[in-house]
């Protein structure tokens, strides 16, 4: 059985857009992605045991996307977290890594992020050795990557619930809008208000 990721490459093949990186097939994409409710993180994170998409995160992970489970050290003072993270690592430091979690951002100012950070990929191959060129230094340097702001989390590796789901590069503007995001603390609106407002 097809998962959602390939599900939506397949019906996209379907209605014409043959190079999944042009304007067209993004934006539908995304649209196919945005129309989805209900969509259970868990039972994606299970679904990736049977496709082997499980794996750990090293220093070669930064800049690649994942989906994983988190409960937070301090989620006791924190006014609000996300549990199941959809994350852009950008700094490796051994036992926590720093990254940028896209459900911080009402979907449009992901889109924009997105758009944005497609500007430092290394290659367009698509596959695995396919991976955004960033660090700290590079997004607060530049005022196009200005949407980040509020998404960047520091994340424990002793805190992490669940085995990594590596996304594949084609897949990213899928994951980009699939609504998997989990706050507790606030309501999904609030978190948006707050994220739209730091950005200006």
Not at 67 to 82: A, C, E, H, I, N
């Amino acid at each position: 059985m097809a998962t959602i990721f390939e599900q939506i490459l397949i019906d996209s093949q379907k209605v014409g857009n043959d190079a999944p990186t042009s304007k067209q097939a993004v934006d539908w994409l995304r649209q196919q992605a945005l129309k989805l409710k209900n969509v259970n993180p868990n039972g994606l994170i299970a679904e990736a045991v049977g496709n082997k998409r499980l794996t750990g995160l090293t220093d070669e992970s930064v800049g690649q996307m994942f989906m994983f489970s988190y409960d937070p050290k301090l989620k006791g003072v924190l006014p609000y977290y996300d549990q199941f993270p959809l994350v852009f690592p950008i700094e490796y430091y051994g036992n926590s890594f720093l990254g940028i979690n896209l459900h911080y951002l009402p979907p449009m100012l992901r889109a924009k992020l997105m758009d944005s950070l497609m500007s430092t990929i290394n290659n367009k191959k698509y596959d695995k050795t396919t991976k955004l060129v960033l660090s700290y230094k590079i997004l607060k340097n530049a005022s196009r990557f200005k949407y980040f702001q509020p998404c960047l989390k520091k994340y424990l590796f002793s805190n992490v619930k669940s085995p990594f789901v590596y996304i594949s590069p084609n897949e990213w503007n899928i994951a980009l809008m699939l609504p998997t995001e989990k706050f507790v603390g606030a309501s999904k609106s609030q978190v948006y208000k707050d994220s739209t407002s730091m950005v200006g």
